[in-house]
């Protein structure tokens, strides 16, 4: 999916600022966020760029933690005073969906980084897992459980250096799988994907966590 150019200086959806609740923060430091906003906007969902504390309002009621370097990442939500937001989100059970650096933000343990950033999601990911031997590549596969009201058929998946998940803990549910590694997780209202949904035409994921 390309983004359009406007939303290089687009900070808010056209209707967030009328819209007292129900909006989708969107993490703005550093990554992939004007996608998912774009995405937001194909399905008229209000959404709202996060750079700092004073972002984050009571409109919010869920977050996007999007594709990045996982790293840079942690180091400005902490900067920017976001991190104690979205932290006291996640703890209070609201709706959060991570992609790629997301699910290394939202993972209680990396195998292969001593740091701990939220530390929500009970599985250990491996970060940079589709390294440079493997970099960029694409599959399909299908999205949560068989005869689930959730479940998704054929869903293309696009990885960018991704993680994959090493381990599961029992809160969590592996809801995709790629040549025997776990690639997307659920546990109650949070969805982490090692790959780019925000990067496709198919916007089924993203309806999902809008549904949460």
């Known amino acids: 999916m390309v ?4 939303y290089i200086s687009k900070e808010e959806s056209d209707d967030a600022e009328s ?3 129900g909006v989708t923060g969107i993490l703005a430091v550093q990554g992939a966020f004007a996608e998912h906003a ?9 959404w709202k ?5 004073e972002d984050f309002d009571d409109s919010i009621d869920r977050v996007i933690l999007p594709g990045g370097e996982s790293t840079t990442q942690g180091k400005l939500l ?7 937001k979205i932290d006291a989100h996640i703890k209070a059970g609201k709706p959060v969906f991570g992609t790629c650096a997301g ?12 740091n701990v950033y939220f530390g929500a999601l009970d599985a250990v990911v491996r970060r940079n897992a589709y390294g440079r ?16 009201r959730d479940y998704i058929a054929d869903f293309p998946l696009v990885f960018i250096r991704g993680p994959y998940v090493v381990s599961v803990g029992p809160e969590a549910s592996v809801e995709t799988e790629v040549d025997g590694h776990a690639v997307a997780l659920r ?3 949070i969805l982490a994907t090692a790959f780019h949904p925000e990067l496709t035409d198919d916007t089924r994921i993203h309806e999902l966590f809008l549904a949460l």
């Open 187 to 189: 546990q109650g209202k």
């Open 103 to 114: 699910m290394i933000l939202l993972a209680k343990k990396l195998d292969n980084d001593p």
């Open 49 to 53: 760029l996060l750079r700092s504390a």
């Open 133 to 148: 031997q493997l970099g960029s590549f694409a599959a399909t596969a299908n999205f949560g459980q068989p005869g689930s």
């Open 3 to 6: 983004v359009a150019v406007e």
């Open 78 to 84: 902490r900067s920017t005073g976001l991190f104690e």
């Open 38 to 46: 774009a995405v937001l906007d194909k399905l008229g969902a209000p």
């Open 19 to 21: 819209t007292s609740h």
